[in-house]
């Protein structure tokens, strides 16, 4: 796992190779661990939507990923229907991907490029989207859609755990 974690931090990471092509394809991945019960996760949503309808125009590719064990299949499907995410949201059995890509918490964003993770952490720097004063990955999008590295490349993910098997 520290393995994993550390080359999805530093650059390619071969567990991608078992993602689904809307995680792994051409271009720019903005992948979010989302919660249907957290109200961190669900605090963010209106701002996952609204990036993903600013960015998508400009090659950004959003999925959302749900990895928790004690959340319901109807339940999920219920919530995310409700939140009206203009991206889909994968279920994702036994948190395999979650695994592979160190996910801890939801919301944990992660911005990846050609197989290597440019960005990942938290939305920005709360748990509650509308307490927050820094806007972590509103800054990396931009920077990349600017061409250039985005201003930090790690942050804490805050929110609720993502819960195992």
Not at 50 to 65: D, N, Q, R, V
Not at 67 to 77: F, I, M, R
Not at 113 to 126: A, F, I, P, Q
Not at 129 to 155: C, H, I, N, V
């Amino acid at each position: 796992m520290i393995v994993t974690l550390a080359l999805l931090l530093l650059g390619s990471n071969p567990a991608l190779a078992s993602f689904p092509p809307e995680v792994t394809g051409p271009g720019t991945h903005v992948v979010a661990f989302l919660s249907s019960r957290c109200p961190c996760s669900a605090s963010h949503e209106k701002i996952l939507a609204e990036l993903a309808k600013e960015y998508g125009p400009k090659g950004f590719t959003f999925t959302g990923i749900h990895s928790n064990a004690d959340e319901t299949e109807a339940s999920d499907d219920a919530h995310f229907q409700a939140a009206q995410l203009p991206f889909a949201v994968l279920k994702d059995p036994g948190s395999k991907w979650a695994d592979a890509m160190g996910a801890l918490k939801t919301p944990h964003v992660f911005v990846i490029k050609d197989g290597r993770t440019l960005y990942s952490g938290g939305v920005d720097n709360s748990a509650r989207a509308d307490r927050a004063t820094e806007f972590f990955l509103k800054d990396a999008l931009k920077a990349l859609a600017q061409g250039q590295e985005p201003p930090m490349a790690r942050t804490r993910a805050l929110g609720c755990v993502i819960r195992r098997e």
